[in-house]
């Protein structure tokens, strides 16, 4: 089709999507429908339009930019040469169970298309269907924002942010691995006396494990915190992180706290990043179960809420202060007898990353409420 073929037939697209009650003149109509054709011309999204029967009729110029496809190439085909292998026949069941359904319509989510070169996009795509006055469809309009450079940008803030806070955080490192490395050293010192009774030995070897294990952390967690991780981003199951996660803390010596996990048959895989989003969950988790000290019940819960998925973390502990929640996510923080505060600090800016967030609800003695809320294409 030559890019006069593909603008009429876009126009008279247009023409027959107008829909309106009081139709204007027949030149106005005519203004609107080319009017419209510019507008999906020029867009910066890349946007592409079908017919009913699921053909391209016509792409913009930011179609070939971000796939590579020229305009006499794409024209014809299905849509199916920018999909990936990353979208899953159910989503794409999904998908089309929306646009069809004249209730809704429309389907907008995040997924990942591929270009013609192989390359990777990860775009916010908007697929709407375009009906007659009679409701029958007539065709379907797909516009995709490349949601790349917004992750990139994220990624260099969160970076600097990190960066701004080194002064601050090279004195604390100091103070968190001076005290565990005089630990060990004594104990060191002590065993190399050779003159310790068995059961003093034993303490002393229990001495180097645990602060070893603090040293390993204090240096995890400040690396994370200094250095964050670009995110790796691949369709994963929420639910199945979280009986995870919640099955290893039930079994890492938290004698009587009883954890429960209540799933979302609801939620399906979607994409982010498994290894991060896992250590977060972990975190909140733990948190949790440290927070009720030996002595009450803890229920991880998953699902959907307003187009999030997410995972919320119940305990029924002493709860938290309002002055301690105003700075819950800061870095440096924190209430326990040892610890650099950067578990909720890296918790926090992971789940931004993401372009989420993490709730929180709490008062003294009523126990504390943790919400991940994560971006999904399911609503």
């Not at 930011?62 to 849509?79: K, L, S």
């Amino acid at each position: 089709m030559t890019p006069l073929a593909s603008r009429q037939a876009y126009i008279e697209f247009s023409n027959e999507m107008a829909n309106l009650k009081s139709r204007p003149r027949a030149q106005d109509e005519h203004e609107i429908a080319l009017t419209l054709y510019q507008a999906f011309r020029r867009s910066n999204d890349a946007m592409f339009y079908c017919g009913r029967d699921g053909t391209i009729l016509d792409v913009n110029d930011a179609f070939i930019e971000h796939y590579g496809w020229e305009r006499d190439e794409a024209v014809g085909q299905n849509p199916r040469i920018i999909r990936s292998r990353r979208t899953t026949p159910e989503t794409y069941k999904e998908m089309w169970t929306r646009i069809m359904d004249p209730r809704i319509g429309f389907w907008r989510g995040e997924l990942v298309n591929l270009a013609k070169d192989g390359r990777e996009i990860p775009v916010v795509l908007t697929i709407t269907s375009v009906r007659d006055e009679r409701g029958e469809i007539i065709g379907y309009v797909s516009n995709a924002a490349d949601v790349g450079d917004l992750r990139r940008l994220q990624e260099r803030v969160a970076q600097s942010e990190a960066l701004a806070e080194v002064g601050q955080m090279a004195a604390v490192v100091a103070h968190e691995i001076r005290n565990p490395l005089g630990s060990i050293v004594m104990a060191a010192r002590q065993l190399a006396g050779g003159e310790l009774r068995p059961e003093d030995r034993d303490l002393i070897l229990k001495i180097l494990r645990d602060e070893s294990q603090r040293l390993n952390e204090t240096l995890t967690n400040f690396l994370a915190y200094a250095r964050p991780r670009p995110l790796k981003l691949e369709r994963s199951d929420l639910n199945t992180l979280a009986a995870d996660v919640t099955r290893i803390v039930s079994g890492d010596g938290t004698s009587g706290v009883r954890i429960e996990a209540k799933l979302g048959s609801a939620l399906r895989p979607f994409m982010f990043d498994p290894d991060q989003i896992r250590q977060v969950v972990w975190n909140i988790t733990l948190n949790a179960v440290q927070a009720l000290e030996g002595d009450g019940a803890a229920v991880v819960s998953t699902g959907l809420q307003d187009g999030f998925a997410f995972v919320r973390v119940v305990d029924d502990g002493p709860g938290i202060s309002a002055s301690a929640r105003e700075h819950l996510f800061e870095p440096f923080r924190t209430t326990k007898s040892h610890g650099t505060g950067l578990g909720l600090a890296i918790a926090e800016r992971i789940a931004r990353a993401h372009g989420g967030r993490i709730d929180v609800e709490s008062a003294p003695g009523e126990g504390a409420t943790f919400t991940l809320l994560l971006p999904t294409a399911q609503g």
